[in-house]
């Protein structure tokens, strides 16, 4: 099914759009991305991916060519390329992608230059979020200018957090910018979700931060933990979400509870 298709007589929604987020790289932001969004569209929902990140692992973990694309999101927010040219189809049905190429490292110190330079983003996606139930932003491991158009396109947060030593290091600054565009830019920001990532249920540690963690935001912590498997971690080698690498490994039902979660949470 084509994005065309998908378009053609569909009512508004009441589009959540999430900014997957979290300064620190590795923690599993692109993999949440990929995995959350197929089990949602496995769901019948409509999602959108927005690949935000100059490494553009959302876009290759869904079996992108890179080096193929004609325009992606850089040419989107630097260039007033129409977004709906640039959106995709994936190997996932109901799953749509806006791609992201290593061209988008540069628009941090380009768009330093543009007028309404933090709301760029928002104002692309407005012409088209009502179309999907979800849209997911895959944040660059940064709080830069690109994270703050996520931060302004976005209604809902989405923090993945790694279960390892220093899991909360960073995260009172992502809070503090948060609250900052919250207060000034963007009212409707909300903390949706607390993600806990790489979980091994061999060692004291992890239970130990999924303890800190737990104590530090409460029920913002998604009851769905994320184990650390081999599975989710070939995936993207193969270009495809992990729920059609290997459906029943333990990384697969993992993010198939989540997106249940996700859609329970409203």
Do not use: W
């Not at 084509?2 to 932001?29: C, E, M």
């Amino acid at each position: 099914m084509s994005y065309k298709d998908v378009k053609r007589g569909l009512p508004q929604r009441d589009t959540r759009v999430f900014a997957v987020i979290n300064q620190k790289g590795g923690v599993g932001k692109s993999t949440t991305v990929i995995n959350l969004s197929a089990c949602l569209g496995e769901n019948k929902k409509k999602v959108l991916v927005v690949d935000f990140d100059p490494q553009g692992n959302s876009t290759s973990g869904y079996g992108i060519e890179k080096e193929e694309l004609e325009h992606d999101i850089y040419d989107v927010i630097l260039h007033d390329y129409p977004i709906e040219n640039t959106i995709m189809e994936t190997c996932e049905e109901n799953v749509f992608i806006v791609p992201a190429t290593i061209q988008l490292a540069t628009a941090e110190i380009e768009l330093v230059t543009a007028m309404a330079r933090e709301s760029v983003l928002k104002d692309a996606l407005s012409k088209i979020k009502d179309e999907f139930d979800y849209v997911f932003i895959d944040c660059p491991p940064s709080l830069g200018l690109l994270t703050i158009n996520a931060l302004i396109a976005a209604n809902s947060l989405l923090i993945p957090i790694q279960c390892e030593y220093y899991a909360l290091e960073g995260v009172a600054k992502l809070l503090e910018s948060m609250q900052m565009v919250k207060r000034r830019m963007n009212p409707e920001l909300e903390i949706f979700g607390v993600l806990m990532t790489m979980f091994d249920s061999r060692t004291t540690l992890s239970k130990q931060v999924v303890d800190e963690v737990q104590s530090y935001f409460g029920k913002k912590m998604f009851k769905t933990i994320i184990p650390r498997n081999v599975k989710l971690s070939e995936a993207p080698s193969h270009g495809m979400p992990v729920i059609q690498y290997a459906r029943v490994s333990k990384g697969s039902l993992a993010y198939m509870k989540l997106a249940k979660e996700v859609v329970a949470r409203g």
